[in-house]
Structures are given as C-alpha cells and as structure tokens.
C-alpha cells in the first residue's frame, strides 16, 4: 500500500497541463503534374485549454512533416590512382524521402535529448540506421552525408524560430515542399512543449499524387514495365531522329 500512496503524491506533485490541439492545414492534398514546381503547405492551429495559462515554463511550438520512408544506401568515394571510386557503402534502413522540422525557438531550447529521442523530432532521429559492416568504424559520417546531401535539394530543412505563437494560444507556420517530391503519405505532427517537454502532441497527414500524364506514366511504369520500356524507347528515336531531320534541313 506504501508505494501506492508514495506514487500518487509523485503523481499529484507533478505539474498538469491540459492543454489540446486544434489544427488547420491550407490544404491537405498535393496534386503532381507536368507543370508542378513546388508547393507551399500553411499549417495553423490553437490551443485549447480548460485552465489559465500557466507563466512559466513557455509553451513551444514543433511542427514535423515527413514523407514516405526508405531504405537509401550512402557510399564514400575516395581518390585512387587520379580517380575516385566508390570504397564504403553503409545501407540506412528507414529514412525520410522528405522531412522538415519547424519551431518557434531554438529546437535544442523547445525539446530535450530525452524527449527527442522518445519523439523522434530533429533529424537525425528521424533516420534509423541499425548496423553497418564491421570495417566500417565511423556509421555516423555516413548518416550525416545523406542528410547533408538532402538539405542541399531542400528536401531536409530545419527551420528554427519560424513558427509564430501569438499569446501562447495561437501558431502557424509555412512547409515549403520542393518540386522534386515522393508520391505517398506525408505524415505531420504537432507538438507542444513546456520546459523542453512534451505536453501534448497531434498527428495528420496530407495526401501527394501524382495526377493527369504524370500518374499515367507513374502506373504504367509500375504496372507493364515492358510496355513502358518500348514506349521510351520509341520516343527516344523519334527525338533522335527528329532532330537529325531538323540539324540536316540546316545545314542546307
């Protein structure tokens, strides 16, 4: 009975935040077609409440978007005899094809390492990496690579301070999708945060599709990869041949 009790005073003693998520997105589909370069995502929200707000600690604001994981083998090339060549090869088992972290202050002042590691937030949790060959002694250099790779086509972003909490009730903030975007499920996650941890957290998604000639192709590759294979083929003579035809009526 003892360690009932003192486990309910620990549990009365701890601060309560009853604080929920109401969320709005812009748009919770994104259409790929011929034309598309890019979108933009405007995600919103509140904070409902049944207390005061509490002065201290600061609430803060995470948002996280990620697309369709998979599996992305990262290889080192290194300078031998003139050339570089391909030496290591580290295969990640679950990374983001996208992934974008916001927040309305500093991401190590808003999430503890405890709470991050829990939550998987900032990046480098969001890649699972198991193992690695046994001549390989720095894994981590690899992990590091793919996400420097990635930030480089903006398909990694960390953007620190740019979700704005007006009165510790009201956020919003902008994800800026690249043109170059995996088909599938892009899962979203909000999560507000009181002294680095986490008191409430929602989950959502939005929709990417390719649709119109972009989607036709797309099935058609998956579906009769044959098929599709004659018709590139066929297109590649047609251009090959089209512009000989058109470089011959040039020259005379």
Do not use: C
């Not at 995470?62 to 030496?87: A, C, D, H, L, M």
């Not at 999430?111 to 937030?121: A, G, P």
């Amino acid at each position: 009975m003892r360690p009932f009790l003192i486990l309910l005073a620990f549990v009365i003693a701890l601060p309560v935040w009853a604080e929920d998520i109401v969320l709005g997105l812009s748009k919770d589909q994104v259409s790929i077609n011929t034309s598309f370069d890019g979108s933009e995502i405007l995600i919103f929200g509140a904070v409902k409440r049944e207390e005061p707000i509490p002065d201290e600690p600061r609430l803060h604001v995470i948002v996280t978007v990620s697309g369709p994981s998979e599996r992305v083998t990262v290889r080192r090339k290194e300078k031998r005899f003139g050339i570089w060549v391909n030496t290591d090869a580290v295969e990640v088992d679950r990374a983001p094809s996208f992934y974008a972290v916001s927040s309305s202050t500093l991401l190590g002042l808003s999430l503890t390492e405890t709470e991050d590691q829990r939550h998987s937030v900032s990046i480098p949790r969001a890649i699972r990496s198991v193992g690695a060959p046994m001549n390989i002694t720095d894994s981590e250099s690899f992990t590091r690579a793919l996400i420097r790779i990635k930030s480089a086509s903006n398909q990694y972003q960390l953007n620190e301070g740019t979700v704005s909490v007006d009165e510790q009730t009201l956020f919003r903030t902008a994800i800026e999708l690249p043109a170059a975007l995996t088909e599938g499920v892009y899962e979203t996650r909000i999560f507000l945060t009181r002294g680095g941890n986490v008191v409430s957290k929602y989950e959502t998604s939005i929709l990417v599709r390719k649709v119109g000639m972009e989607r036709w192709l797309y099935a058609l590759s998956r579906e009769n990869a044959f098929l599709y294979g004659l018709m590139s083929l066929a297109i590649a003579i047609a251009a090959g041949w089209g512009a000989s035809a058109i470089f011959t009526a040039l020259r005379r």
